[in-house]
Each structure stands twice: as structure tokens, then as C-alpha cells.
């Protein structure tokens, strides 16, 4: 990696081992900014915080070598990334303002990309972790994790018949707590239905009511007005030496005629007078048959009237006018079977909350025996690590246990609570010795103890994550003397197998390390500036005397020094024939 503005670092170059990398420094020289820029690298929130004061932006430059057919080698092809000689280059820049910026294999791409890749590159364990598995919660997470698909397939079986049956039960409720409302409601649906049937409305017949209720009220005006119009157009018989129009009309029209053939102009003004007498005579036959048929009856008008008045109470309830009536009736009548289909739906629900919960029954009791199965493993497996960190009468358990509840499900018998994980609620115990009565760890742990344990399940979850790289930050705090002697040890025993970069303030840790790596500080009297140097040789024996005695050039803190490094040496030396060995078997 290259770490450039971030922190107190100013500009530098981490070169990690393939086995083992131990990162070490001065309290405030900066060795928590190895571990940030890792977390940049890997999609970490960009804390604009974190951008050397005076500088413009912080930047991470890194070089990951993947196998090319690993996932997240094939995430990176994806989205257009290319391999650089079977690595991967990521950077990842923060500026002062909080903007993020990240580029994968050339590529410009999201920082979620980078996060979804991040599981599969590199392992971090750190003391946040420690903390948080203290947690009931944790620690059922931490034995799932370890269990793998033996625990994920039952688990994901179950939380889809757990979501399934929150949302029937969220139903039911609404059903059955609701019921006085959709009664209710059902009752006034069923009478506007009723009230509309019994008028039994037409489609318009409102709009048509207006009309004639109008001719209607205006009858003997409308009468007159049509009589007057047909003796104008037609005559008066009790008048017959008045002029109408369609006698002024004839005559022209005949005058006319006389005289077309000496002129095509006046026939074709003789045809339209011809038209216009037609006409005249339609429209005065109509007028006498409207006026002959016009219905001038007071009673027809009551009965109107009287009709428009049931219409307006069912406009007035259930819409504009009988158009919108209609469609309301047509719409509550559906929202009626709705609701009387309700207790159908209520009887269908009940039988499958049943069901369900029977179904979870078996699942959770699954779930449980895998995890029991999973805990023995676990159990085991951390007690043998604690072995190895100089604990070797200490015993590690994992309690699984369930509470009962009235409305639970089944599971060995018993009716017990249950929630989205199972029915199951995890502890880890420690027994420090042999006799003593095991206790959560929070409780019957020391602080050298609490960490060793904490360490030792971090490294059994190292052994079974499938990432080449695992980072530990301080989990060694709280250890010391031959404790942490084992610790270091315990990691370089890891590093045969992966990649293990481990930030620490311990000297018996550190020696152990393929490569050793310090964080310096310098202070030039205006702007400190932190790099990353390699230790080798001497540079590294006074190194390590500087973390045994805080005193670089002490002859005993030298001696001390070259005689940790001998004992890792001759440790890798074990390690290096016992792997021989176990081939050669």
C-alpha cells in the first residue's frame, strides 16, 4: 500500500510479508493508520477527518494479488476492472471537502463495489470485534458464522417461514381487530346498495328528467310559439287572404321557372328556391305536429317532478349525478363481497398461522441441533488455541439454551419463544481451571484472560474464513509474559497458511513476524510526519528493545531482544519440521 496525507502520515510505502507482518510504532505514530487506509481500500466510510491537515486530499494506493478465478477477481471483470499480473490495484481517495472517489483495475467505480469485494480479500479482527462478542447476540452470530452451511441453510429455511408467518399473523390481526369497522362499513355499503336498487336509476335518466320537467313547466308558451310559427310559415286558415311564406315562396319559385331556359344563372337560383319551399314545408309540418303532440298534462309534470326529487337524494349521497351513482353501486357491491369474503379469508389464515408455526417447530429444532452440533466443534476448537496461549487447563463451553414462552413454538418438547434467528439464545462460558464453575466470559475472565480467549476465536474463525489475508489489530492487548510469547507463536503458526498482519505493541509478538514493519514519527519543529520502515538486523533488534524497555541502546533490553528473536527463530524452526513430518506421515 501507499498511504499518502491520511492522518499523521505524510507519504508511505507498506510492503507486507506473505506469512507474517508485524506493524509496530510509538503510541500516536500512527499505526492506526495502517489499518484505516486497509479499510479505504476496502470500502470503508470516508471520514473527511481523516485528511492530513493542509493537504488537499488523503489517498490509498494498493496492490492486491488475487487468484484469477477467486470471486473477487471475477467481481472486479465484471464491472470492467483488469487484472495487473494477477493483482488487483485499488485506489481510494478522500478529500478534505468528504468526497470519495475509488478506481478498481483502471476503472472508476462505487465504493459499495469495493465493499462487496472486501469479504473476500481480507479478514479484519480487531478489539471493536472483542467487544462486541461479549454480546449474546454476537456470540450467536460468531458460532453460525462458524458452523457455515450446516447452520445457513436451515437458518435461511427458517427465517422465510418466520417472515412468512409475521406477515399471516400482521393479517390476521388487522382482520379480526377491525372487525366493528368492517361491519360497519358493510352496513352502510348494503343500504346505499338498497336505497339505489330501489330507485332502480337509468343511465342519463337524470339529464333527461331536467329536460322534460323544462318543456314541461313552459308547455302552453312553447304551444304558442310553435302555432304562431307554423301560420307564418303555412297560413292561417281562419285568415285565408294572409300571406304566408310558403305561398311568397311558390310564386317566386314559379316565376322563375318560367323563364330558366334563357338562363342558366336564374335556374340554378329557381332550384334552391325550389329547396327552400321544401323545406319551409317540412318545418311547418313539424311545428304542427309539436304543437299537436305537446303534452301540457299537470299530473305528467308531478310525476316528473316527483321522480327528479328521488334521483337528487341518491346524487346528493353517492355522486354528481346517476353516471357517478351507478359506478359507486358498482364499486361498493364489490367492496361488499370483499368484506363478507372476510371471514372466509380470516378461517384461511388461521389454517395456515397453523401450519406455519408447526412448520417452524421442526425447522427451529433443526437449527438447534446444528448449532449444538457446531458448538461442540467450536468449543473445542477455542479451548484448544487457549492451550496453545498458555491456558492449557482452561475449558471453553457454548450454552445454548431456550426460554419458554405460551405462545412459542415446539423444540425438544417444550413450547419456547422464538424470533427471526430461532429459538436459541448462545453464551460462551470459560472455565479457567480445572474445578471452577464455567461463566460467561465477561464474567469469569480476567483482563490477560479475556483477551487470550477473544484471541483464540479469532483465530479459529480465521481458520475457517476463506480469505488469504487476515489483519489483527491489538487483539493482543491486555497480555504479556509468556501469554504472549504463545500469542505470537500461535501467529506465526496461522501465517503458514495465510497472510497475517498483526498491529501490535507487544515485543514477544512482534519477533515473531517474517517481516517487521514501524510506524516512525519525526517532528521537524512545524509538521510532524509519520513513514513506514522495515526492520532488519540491527535496525530490528533496537527496535524491539525500544518496545521491551522503552530504551533503544539498553545492553539488557538488547539481550532480551536477540534472545526473543532466537526463540521465534528456533519456533519456525519446530513448525517448519513437524509440517515435514506430517507430509512425510
Known amino acids: 500500500m501507499r498511504i499518502r496525507s491520511l492522518g499523521v502520515i505524510d507519504d508511505a510505502v507498506v510492503e507486507l510479508s506473505p506469512g507474517f507482518t508485524a506493524v509496530t510504532g510509538e503510541t500516536g505514530a500512527g499505526k492506526t493508520m495502517v489499518v484505516t487506509s486497509l479499510g479505504l481500500l476496502l470500502g470503508g466510510r470516508a471520514d473527511p477527518g481523516l485528511v492530513r491537515i493542509g493537504s488537499k486530499a488523503a489517498v490509498v494506493e494498493g496492490r492486491i494479488a488475487v487468484p484469477g478465478d477467486a470471486a473477487a477477481a471475477v467481481r472486479a471483470e465484471e464491472a470492467g476492472a483488469e487484472l495487473d499480473d494477477g493483482a488487483l490495484l485499488i485506489s481510494r ?235 359507486w353501486s358498482e364499486q361498493s357491491a364489490a367492496r361488499l363481497a370483499e368484506l363478507d369474503g372476510d371471514d372466509d379469508r380470516i378461517g384461511e389464515l388461521t389454517a395456515e398461522h397453523d401450519g406455519l408455526r408447526s412448520e417452524l417447530s421442526g425447522l427451529a429444532q433443526a437449527l438447534t441441533d446444528a448449532r449444538r452440533e457446531a458448538a461442540e466443534r467450536f468449543a473445542d476448537a477455542v479451548t484448544a488455541e487457549l492451550a496453545e496461549l498458555a491456558m492449557p487447563h482452561a475449558r471453553v463451553t457454548i450454552d445454548i439454551r431456550q426460554s419458554e414462552a405460551a405462545e412459542g413454538v415446539e423444540v425438544d418438547g417444550r413450547t419456547v419463544g422464538f424470533g427471526p434467528t430461532g429459538v436459541d439464545e448462545v453464551e460462551l462460558l470459560l472455565a479457567p481451571h480445572p474445578g471452577a464453575q464455567p461463566r460467561p466470559i465477561a464474567k469469569g475472565a480476567s483482563g490477560g484472560e479475556l483477551s487470550r480467549v477473544m484471541l483464540a476465536v479469532e483465530v479459529v474463525f480465521a481458520g475457517s474464513d476463506p480469505v488469504p489475508t487476515y489483519l489483527f489489530d491489538e487483539v493482543d492487548a491486555g497480555v504479556g509474559g509468556k501469554a504472549a510469547v504463545e500469542v505470537g507463536r500461535r501467529l506465526a503458526r496461522l501465517a503458514k497458511s495465510a497472510q497475517v498482519v498483526v498491529v501490535t505493541h507487544l515485543p514477544q509478538v512482534a519477533a515473531f513476524a517474517d517481516r517487521h514493519l514501524v510506524v516512525e514519527k519525526t517532528n521537524d519543529g512545524s509538521v510532524t510526519r509519520s513513514g513506514v520502515k522495515a526492520m532488519e538486523g540491527e535496525d530490528r533488534v533496537r527496535e524491539l528493545s525500544r518496545m521491551l524497555a522503552g530504551q533503544e541502546d539498553s545492553q539488557l533490553a538488547r539481550a532480551h531482544a536477540e534472545e526473543l528473536l532466537e526463540a521465534a527463530r528456533a519456533a519456525a524452526d519446530r513448525m517448519a519440521a513437524d509440517r515435514l513430518a506430517g507430509d512425510a506421515r
Open 93 to 327: 481517495t478522500v478529500s478534505a471537502e468528504g468526497r470519495s472517489r475509488a478506481h478498481l483495475g483502471g476503472r472508476s467505480v462505487p465504493v459499495g463495489l469495493l465493499a462487496e469485494m472486501a469479504d473476500d480479500l481480507v479478514a479484519v479482527h480487531g478489539q471493536t470485534d472483542q467487544q462486541g462478542l461479549l454480546k449474546a447476540a454476537r456470540q450467536r452470530q460468531a458460532l453460525d458464522r462458524y458452523a457455515g452451511d450446516a447452520v445457513a441453510a436451515p437458518l435461511e429455511k427458517y427465517g422465510a417461514a418466520y417472515r412468512r408467518l409475521r406477515a399471516v399473523a400482521a393479517e390476521l390481526d388487522e382482520l379480526t381487530t377491525r372487525a366493528r369497522e368492517r361491519a360497519q362499513e358493510a352496513d352502510l355499503l348494503r343500504f346505499g346498495l338498497e336505497e339505489i336498487a330501489a330507485a332502480e336509476p337509468r343511465p342519463g335518466e337524470d339529464t333527461e328528467l331536467a329536460a322534460e320537467a323544462e318543456r314541461l313547466g313552459h308547455a302552453e308558451a312553447l304551444a304558442s310559439a310553435a302555432t304562431s310559427a307554423h301560420q307564418g310559415l303555412a297560413g292561417n286558415p281562419e285568415d285565408p287572404e294572409g300571406v304566408d311564406a310558403t305561398t311568397l315562396v311558390g310564386g317566386a319559385h314559379r316565376a322563375l321557372e318560367a323563364v330558366r331556359t334563357h338562363d342558366p344563372a336564374l335556374a340554378a337560383l329557381a332550384d334552391r328556391l325550389g329547396e327552400i319551399g321544401i323545406l319551409l314545408s317540412d318545418v311547418a309540418g313539424e311545428l304542427a305536429g309539436y304543437a299537436d303532440d305537446l303534452d301540457a298534462d299537470p299530473l305528467r309534470l308531478a310525476a316528473v317532478e316527483e321522480r327528479r326529487a328521488a334521483l337528487s337524494q341518491l346524487t346528493r349521497k353517492y355522486g354528481e349525478d346517476i353516471g357517478h351513482v351507478l359506478a
